[in-house]
């Protein structure tokens, strides 16, 4: 929906609540024209029902005002009188509208100094949920939000079943979209495996002033640009388009800036033709052929060696002499693929039942038609790939038949459908056209970057699916809370102690602040007891 639908919608809201409460706010001691006023009319609602001025705010607030708003329903008619269960189930069945009921058919008196404090216990809990939401809603939606590490396509810097904290205002938080949605839940409800929100018209895009860019090799969380799966877990179930900020949360390293040129060598990044030097936590990991006399078990985070048949067919590439040598045709030997990184495979060298050990690694001449941009005209693989420019806001580039693969879904989707703009990229002869006009140039209006894994092998990143428009992006991980190891033998072994609260960037050994936060939980508790205790004293 664009801006002038919205403006449109909130009008037409304004009219419903004028309609609604004028005769209340006569009632209470106000003017009718005070019900009238957008904005005003709220601040005005919450002196009627004797609530903080700042509650207003909380109105506005996507996914908050969701709860807002019923929460002032009730408000509203407990201020004149209404205050029993039926009342209260009303108010909210009808969204709201039962309040034209009590207005105009309904004896109500204003009730000034009325209670606030709930009448029960358990409306006492209710209201405590209802606010430790809100608090936790804005919290999530705009400061921190937590998140779990999957897969091990950042293996070493960050693992699988590390727990984070992804920091919203580094560069900038990024206001819901969606307007009927669930709290601080993401696109599928737990447990039912539904949406957890409502399709239909979307806020314009907006996003909060950061306080700083993104850099380049930061580790990085988004929105997975190409997601339209109804549920990640279950492909099978169906597909369509899903709000942005409904996406699955991707987290990459961020290797390609705007305006950059990009080229990847034997899995290995360049960057306007200098190597791209990663921060000393990283380490890149490639898929190693271990050829051994017997089966072997890495002693690693990374499990088990993965045994393939003798000799070994690429059933991806349909290709079946990528790999095949002669080591591959002896019968006698136990062919292994591994996520190794160079240094753990020069020590498995030194192994007496390794015989050899070789990067799995595909010849540039090798095309594979799941790499971008996904055609003949440009071939690249995994390994291989490139060189590309990276998209900056401002900057335009000449579009031609051979430039349009790159920059086809920039300008139908991102800066298209997304933007809610019609564009259709076609083709007439040697000629491309933009909603039926001929094209030569384009203007790029959002910067893009260049999301990749350490784990260059075994991750699916920009590689597969492209350029991450900076609307797309979430926040940046700061800090784990909390690693689990799920193939740790017993409990105390699944907890990765040396990793709770420490933080994702920097160089060297990551330092485990877990010890320093017990001191402080504890000092907490001790000040706590002993200030209760004094108050305990005081009062006698």
Known sequence: MTITGWLLLFLIIQVIHFLGTWKLYIKAGRKAWEAAVPIYNAVILMKIINRPWWWTILLFIPIVNLIMFPVIWVETIRSFGRNNATDTALVLITLGLYIYYISYTQEVSYIDDRDLKPRTSTGEWVSSILF???AATIVHTYFMQPYTIPTSSLE????????LFVSKFHYGARAPITPVALPMVHDTLPLVKSRSYFKGPDYPYFRFPGFEDIERNDIVVFSWPVD???????????TYIKPLDKKTNYVKRCVGLPGDSLEVKNGYVYINGQQNKLPGRAKLQFAYRVYSKKSLVLTDNQGKFTNIPTPF?????????????DLDRDKNLIVHVAQLTNETAEKLKNNPDIVQITRALMDETVSDPGIFPHTPMYPGNTDNFGPIYIPEAGKTVAITP???PYYRRIIEVYEGRELGISNKISQKGTQVMLNGEPISEYTFKMDYYWMMGDNRSNSQDARSWGYVPFNHVVGKPVFVWF?????GQGISNKIRWNRLFTTVHGDGEPVSYFKYFLVLLA??????????????TAKK
Do not use: E, M
């Not at 000092?523 to 305990?536: L, N, Q, Y």
């Open 483 to 487: 690693s689990w190891n799920s193939n």
């Open 132 to 134: 430790a939401v809100v």
């Open 313 to 325: 067919v690429s059933q991806r590439y349909d290709i079946s002499d990528i790999y095949v040598s």
């Open 228 to 238: 339209t799966l109804v549920d990640i877990l279950r492909p099978n179930k169906g």
């Open 402 to 404: 051979q430039s349009i």
């Open 156 to 163: 070493k810097t960050l693992l699988v079943g590390d727990f």
């Open 523 to 536: 000092g907490w508790f001790v000040f706590d007891f002993f200030r209760k205790r004094r108050k305990k």
